[in-house]
């Protein structure tokens, strides 16, 4: 994450199979990976990585944060960082 976007904003993953998704905030503000409905269909085996309502992981600038996952089932969801969507911060997953 920089200010203010992902890169990339386009993840695509295969469901059933193991992932370890490296987060990097590479800018001088806290940038938020915010998806809800991603994280509602996912198996995170690392939830202390999440923040309480479980829908984000937050960085601060020059944080590093490690999300392990299996997403059981295709899907698509919105991305967006919580800050930041009104400045085009947003992006997209897709679990084929
Ligand atoms: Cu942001």
């Given at each position: 994450?920089?200010?203010?976007?992902?890169?990339?904003?386009?993840?695509?993953?295969?469901?059933?199979?193991?992932?370890?998704?490296?987060?990097?905030?590479?800018?001088?503000?806290?940038?938020?990976?915010?998806?809800?409905?991603?994280?509602?269909?996912?198996v995170v085996k690392n939830?202390?990585?999440?923040?309480?309502?479980?829908?984000?992981?937050?960085?601060?600038?020059?944080?590093?944060?490690?999300?392990y996952f299996v997403?059981?089932?295709?899907?698509?969801?919105?991305?967006?960082?919580?800050?930041?969507?009104?400045?085009?911060?947003?992006?997209?997953?897709?679990?084929?």
């Amino acid at each position: 994450m920089v200010e203010d976007r992902f890169i990339p904003n386009q993840f695509l993953f295969r469901h059933g199979v193991p992932y370890r998704l490296h987060l990097e905030n590479n800018g001088s503000e806290m940038h938020e990976f915010t998806a809800p409905e991603f994280f509602k269909a996912i198996v995170v085996k690392n939830p202390e990585v999440l923040e309480r309502e479980q829908n984000e992981v937050l960085l601060h600038p020059n944080e590093r944060k490690d999300l392990y996952f299996v997403a059981p089932k295709p899907g698509h969801y919105a991305l967006i960082c919580a800050d930041h969507d009104w400045d085009g911060m947003q992006g997209d997953i897709t679990v084929e």
